[in-house]
């Protein structure tokens, strides 16, 4: 049973009235497990689990699996995620601004990459996503996890918030998912339960406007922010909505849904003016999470930063042959040389990535295709996992074990192959790269990227 703070046992029932008990029944069951499948990357697993009903490509586990285990997640086939939090993808389909134009959306407190690689499925090529984290030590999993998704119109970036104060006027949508005390994770995370206090809950809650303070002068007028949080107290939720509202002049927008999906709208009866969306585990199949959408009062004119052309080097015809072997779709990139590694920049996306890259902290960005050494290609492991590699480069395919030896960074026995560059690949997804030689095979998994527990543990998860 759980041990609940006796204040925040008060708020709940102040809040679910007569539901509170059925709530405080829901968070002593064990945690529901969801994935959401990569759009891009085809898979025959998973068909027969039940959907998540607010979006498509998610679904439902009866028990959580090994993740580690399995090389599809690895290969960044599917995420691993929250089915509430998915809500964002039922709301950017409301958003108008996303579809038929160049949007630049940023997801502001983005690691370890959930909202990101979701955001990205609604993206086109010629949209960018700025995938942010403030925590510098959380950066290297959101780049892994966009890295996985296989998509190359995003940047990570690791600086605070008022770095973006700066770019007045430049995103279309800000997504804004804050940190807080975290009660929707009560049930999932013991540690959350002993460090909730009502000090707490008001220090996240200034935490939360100084973020919003901070970011907001970078959204366009006519563009959407969308706030959310894990927990249920209205001090951290509804009550920053209309913060939010009256000191900037956003107007929360309504956002229709099914109401068999068992979502609440806003709690308190003084907020009947404002949409804001409520997920509590004895309504819905997932944990506590609060959503909602603004948007910037829209100007007749507004000034907005200028994009200077960058004059990008050209690269040299031979170089650019060696690559259009390994890109199906070479001639869509700016190919630029940086400190002797190539990378491939969205054509329709470069100015902008070259202007952000002088104004923020950027850990990735476009593509990186590797190094040509003597004429032929090194490959790049980012290149491996994306979507615009080549349908013809030599590859082996491998059963499970093996999967997950090269996972490993282990080597393991080949077919007779000639000696070549091979993408590794499992049930027809691609996990990176070996080379096989006459007498060896060299693994070119990133050290940081291997699964290090042993193979005989992984087989039997």
Same mark, same amino acid.
Request: glycine content about 4%; overall charge neutral.
């Given at each position: =049973? $759980?041990?609940?703070?006796?204040?925040?046992?008060?708020?709940?029932?102040?809040?679910?009235?007569?539901?509170?008990?059925?709530? &405080?029944?829901?968070?002593? +069951?064990?945690?529901?497990?969801?994935?959401?499948?990569?759009?891009?990357?085809?898979?025959?697993?998973?068909?027969?689990?039940?959907?998540?009903?607010?979006? #498509?490509?998610?679904?439902?586990?009866?028990?959580?699996?090994?993740?580690?285990?399995?090389?599809?997640?690895?290969?960044?086939?599917?995420?691993?995620?929250?089915?509430?939090?998915?809500? $964002?993808?039922?709301?950017?389909?409301?958003?108008?601004?996303?579809?038929?134009?160049?949007?630049?959306?940023?997801?502001?407190?983005?690691?370890?990459?959930?909202?990101?690689?979701?955001?990205?499925?609604?993206?086109?090529?010629?949209?960018?996503?700025?995938?942010?984290?403030?925590?510098?030590?959380?950066?290297?999993?959101?780049?892994?996890?966009?890295?996985?998704?296989?998509?190359?119109?995003?940047?990570?970036?690791?600086?605070?918030?008022?770095?973006?104060? #700066?770019?007045?006027?430049?995103?279309?949508?800000?997504?804004?998912?804050?940190?807080?005390?975290?009660?929707?994770?009560?049930?999932?995370?013991?540690?959350?339960?002993?460090?909730?206090?009502?000090? +707490?809950?008001?220090?996240?809650?200034?935490?939360?406007?100084?973020?919003?303070?901070?970011?907001?002068?970078?959204?366009?007028?006519?563009?959407?922010?969308?706030?959310?949080?894990?927990?249920?107290?209205?001090?951290? +939720?509804?009550?920053?909505?209309?913060?939010?509202?009256?000191?900037?002049?956003?107007?929360?927008?309504?956002?229709?849904?099914?109401?068999?999906?068992?979502?609440?709208?806003?709690?308190? #009866?003084?907020?009947?003016?404002?949409?804001?969306?409520?997920?509590?585990?004895?309504?819905? =199949?997932?944990?506590? &999470?609060?959503?909602?959408?603004?948007?910037?009062?829209?100007?007749?004119?507004?000034?907005?930063?200028?994009?200077?052309?960058?004059?990008?080097?050209?690269?040299?015809?031979?170089? $650019?042959?060696?690559?259009?072997?390994?890109?199906?779709?070479?001639?869509?990139?700016?190919?630029?040389?940086?400190?002797?590694?190539?990378?491939?920049?969205?054509?329709?996306?470069?100015?902008?990535?070259?202007?952000?890259? #002088?104004?923020? +902290?950027?850990?990735?960005?476009?593509?990186?295709?590797?190094?040509?050494?003597?004429?032929?290609?090194?490959?790049?492991?980012?290149?491996?996992?994306?979507?615009?590699?080549?349908?013809?480069?030599?590859?082996?395919?491998?059963?499970?074990?093996?999967?997950?030896?090269?996972?490993?960074?282990?080597?393991?026995?080949?077919?007779?192959?000639?000696?070549?560059?091979?993408?590794?690949?499992?049930?027809?997804?691609?996990?990176?790269?070996?080379?096989?030689?006459?007498?060896?095979?060299?693994?070119?998994?990133?050290?940081?990227?291997?699964?290090?527990?042993?193979?005989?543990?992984?087989?039997?998860?």
């Amino acid at each position: =049973m $759980l041990k609940l703070p006796e204040k925040f046992i008060e708020k709940v029932r102040s809040l679910l009235l007569d539901e509170a008990d059925l709530f &405080f029944e829901a968070i002593t +069951n064990n945690p529901v497990t969801t994935i959401r499948l990569n759009p891009f990357k085809k898979t025959d697993a998973f068909h027969s689990e039940l959907d998540v009903p607010w979006t #498509s490509n998610a679904k439902y586990f009866n028990k959580r699996p090994s993740f580690v285990a399995d090389p599809l997640f690895h290969a960044g086939v599917y995420y691993v995620q929250e089915a509430s939090s998915m809500f $964002l993808s039922h709301i950017i389909k409301q958003i108008s601004s996303i579809h038929n134009k160049q949007s630049i959306v940023l997801d502001l407190c983005a690691a370890p990459g959930g909202k990101s690689t979701l955001l990205l499925d609604h993206l086109n090529d010629d949209c960018l996503l700025v995938a942010n984290e403030i925590i510098k030590s959380r950066v290297n999993v959101l780049e892994e996890n966009c890295i996985k998704w296989g998509r190359s119109n995003v940047l990570v970036t690791n600086n605070d918030p008022k770095d973006f104060t #700066s770019l007045t006027n430049f995103f279309d949508i800000i997504v804004v998912d804050a940190p807080c005390s975290g009660e929707g994770m009560f049930r999932k995370d013991k540690n959350a339960i002993n460090e909730w206090s009502e000090e +707490n809950v008001q220090l996240c809650s200034n935490r939360q406007q100084r973020i919003l303070t901070d970011v907001i002068p970078a959204l366009k007028p006519g563009g959407f922010i969308v706030y959310s949080t894990c927990t249920f107290n209205t001090c951290e +939720n509804e009550d920053n909505v209309i913060w939010m509202e009256k000191e900037f002049g956003l107007k929360s927008i309504e956002i229709p849904f099914n109401k068999s999906w068992g979502i609440e709208t806003a709690s308190q #009866s003084e907020c009947e003016n404002i949409y804001a969306y409520r997920f509590y585990p004895h309504k819905v =199949m997932s944990e506590g &999470f609060f959503i909602s959408c603004l948007q910037k009062p829209i100007e007749e004119t507004f000034n907005s930063l200028k994009i200077r052309e960058t004059k990008f080097e050209k690269v040299n015809a031979k170089d $650019l042959d060696i690559l259009r072997d390994w890109v199906k779709d070479i001639d869509l990139f700016q190919i630029i040389n940086a400190s002797n590694t190539m990378y491939g920049l969205p054509q329709t996306l470069a100015n902008k990535i070259m202007f952000l890259r #002088s104004k923020l +902290n950027v850990r990735l960005s476009g593509l990186k295709l590797g190094q040509i050494i003597n004429n032929k290609l090194i490959p790049d492991h980012q290149l491996a996992l994306s979507i615009h590699i080549s349908d013809y480069i030599p590859s082996l395919q491998v059963e499970k074990t093996n999967a997950l030896k090269f996972l490993r960074k282990d080597t393991f026995e080949v077919p007779s192959v000639p000696q070549n560059t091979y993408i590794v690949k499992y049930q027809n997804n691609a996990l990176g790269w070996v080379k096989v030689m006459p007498n060896r095979m060299n693994n070119y998994l990133p050290v940081n990227w291997r699964i290090l527990k042993d193979l005989k543990d992984l087989l039997e998860e």
